[in-house]
């Protein structure tokens, strides 16, 4: 299993290049070439140079393990280190056995590059690669030598696998009332064996919409592969698709490079189209009655033990971090953890203090990756976000101390996808606090803050008010929304003292810019 490792990298590697080369007597070589025009150039001489430049190559590591068994290896992300680093590589393991060395950089997962990708997003796609893993790696020296040379590790990724090569495409095809899948099998002749098609899609249909080209190769339908079908059985595993379909597809020239390289084409390899469900991660902040959720070992109706959400607090911070009831846990803080004992995982909850990252799926988006006999993890590419990390209450109060409470006043312009934040409460009390802010919205510009509580909503006071009411003066605004709100910590000193709350007030004001000049993430 793969897990984050914090040592840092021991000892350096010597690499040693063998050139095959015609014996020569270097002492009939001049040690320097001097030009005479008397001469001319009908006797070139040899140089003789020590300074070659040291060649890059990436290895390709083919990792393969036992149900229930890991790879054999860690992987961390070593402070003041670039690049996600192989460590402890155990003896005898399937990683040790595939050339997998100590202080290798992973370049690629499974043909997706991953050394500019968030760390535990790349330790999700090793765990879900499922009994097959490959790594495209560079040893400690020659990673080192190619980003001080600034090399394009990219392009260097790419060249590894020759020119024209596309990966695989993994499509989902949902039925049209016109013209159905939009999509015609037509078996290749002359490949000497059956098992082998190509696509034919309609022009604007359904399977052309989904990511299918003209000539596309079939290679796996539904979670079944294609090489072992006759036409006839393929046609009418195709008829019985209800009113969609999930295909793996690959181009001509594709298909020749992973031959060429002898690499099974399969679904980890691929890049997705139109893919119906998708996993989702929540960042979630204790509120004063904790997290809000209450998680629920149950039995699926196909059998798996799945960790579901349950009775999810109205304007608890579970919520307004957007979680839904009946979905499942895949992942704890970037930790997959679906296979994982119920009380590891609520242990690895409560152990994560004031903030924790959970990663979700609908049970229907499960149960369709379970058809497909693929981890829903497998095509997962969003960012998990960092915690934060709180001071000590001994910390807090001093800072308290130090820094006056400033209330601010901040006036929001709604854009195409709102004001950007979430509202919170405390169940059956008055009073509201600002919940998420989306990162590059109207209410992060505006200076809104995560945890704030909301004094006044456009000019009325809110502390008394119970979330419905705050909810419905916000709306009442239209598109111009003008929040007093002070940090939680201010807020409180503030109360105690008896003063008022908008003396020392400091204006946030925010102008919608330029669509060309927002960056939304």
Not at 64 to 88: A, I, N, P
Not at 292 to 299: D, H, N, P, T
Request: aromatic share 6%; charged share 25%; hydrophobic share 30%.
């Amino acid at each position: 299993m793969c897990t984050l490792h914090p040592h840092q990298a021991k000892g350096s590697a010597i690499r040693i290049m063998i050139y095959n080369t015609e014996p020569v007597d270097a002492t009939e070589l001049p040690k320097k070439f001097t030009f005479n025009p008397k001469e001319g150039i009908d006797n070139p001489a040899l140089v003789i140079s020590d300074d070659t430049e040291p060649e890059v190559r990436p290895r390709l590591c083919i990792l393969k393990r036992e149900e229930g068994q890991g790879f054999g290896f860690y992987l961390s992300s070593d402070t003041g280190c670039r690049g996600h680093v192989v460590r402890q590589v155990d003896p005898w393991s399937s990683a040790e056995c595939s050339g997998l060395g100590e202080g290798d950089r992973v370049l690629e997962v499974n043909e997706d590059f991953v050394d500019d990708k968030d760390h535990l997003t790349v330790v999700l796609k090793v765990q879900a690669s499922g009994l097959q893993l490959y790594l495209l790696v560079l040893s400690a020296q020659d990673y080192k030598f190619a980003v001080s040379e600034r090399r394009d590790l990219m392009l260097l990724a790419r060249t590894h696998c020759g020119e024209g090569c596309s990966r695989p495409r993994l499509c989902h095809i949902k039925k049209d009332p016109d013209h159905g899948l939009g999509l015609s099998i037509i078996p290749i002749e002359g490949r000497g064996e059956r098992g082998h098609y190509r696509l034919n899609p309609v022009s604007q249909g359904p399977a052309e919409r989904a990511g299918i080209q003209n000539g596309d190769r079939l290679i796996w339908i539904n979670g079944t592969m294609v090489s072992a079908l006759t036409h006839a059985a393929l046609s009418k595993m195709v008829k019985k698709c209800v009113d969609h379909v999930t295909v793996l597809v690959i181009d001509r020239r594709g298909e020749e490079s992973y031959t060429r390289r002898r690499l099974p084409i399969i679904p980890a390899f691929a890049k997705t189209h139109n893919l119906p469900y998708r996993p989702k991660t929540l960042l979630l902040t204790q509120g004063p009655q904790g997290f809000g959720f209450l998680l629920r070992q149950e039995k699926l109706s196909s059998g798996r033990i799945a960790h579901m959400l349950r009775e999810i607090d109205s304007c608890s911070p579970a919520e307004t971090a957007g979680m839904e009831d009946g979905e499942l846990v895949l992942a704890v803080n970037g930790e997959q953890v679906e296979d994982a004992e119920h009380e590891d995982i609520v242990s690895k909850i409560r152990q994560s203090g004031q903030q924790v990252t959970l990663t979700t799926i609908s049970v229907t988006g499960r149960d369709y990756y379970t058809r497909l006999s693929i981890s829903p993890l497998l095509f997962y590419e969003d960012h998990i976000p960092k915690r934060e990390r709180f001071p000590s209450p001994s910390q807090a109060h001093e800072e308290g101390h130090s820094t006056p409470p400033c209330p601010r006043l901040c006036v929001l312009h709604k854009e195409g996808t709102g004001f950007g934040f979430n509202l919170g409460c405390v169940q059956n009390t008055p009073g509201a606090y600002i919940g998420q802010v989306s990162t590059g919205s109207t209410g992060e510009r505006a200076g809104l803050c995560e945890g704030d509580v909301v004094v006044e909503v456009n000019g009325q006071n809110v502390e008394e008010e119970y979330f419905d009411e705050v909810v419905r003066l916000i709306k009442k605004g239209g598109t111009t929304l003008r929040l007093l709100v002070v940090e939680r910590p201010g807020y409180e000193n503030l109360r105690k003292t008896g003063q008022p709350i908008s003396s020392g007030l400091t204006l946030h004001s925010n102008k919608v810019p330029d669509i060309s000049q927002d960056n939304f993430v």
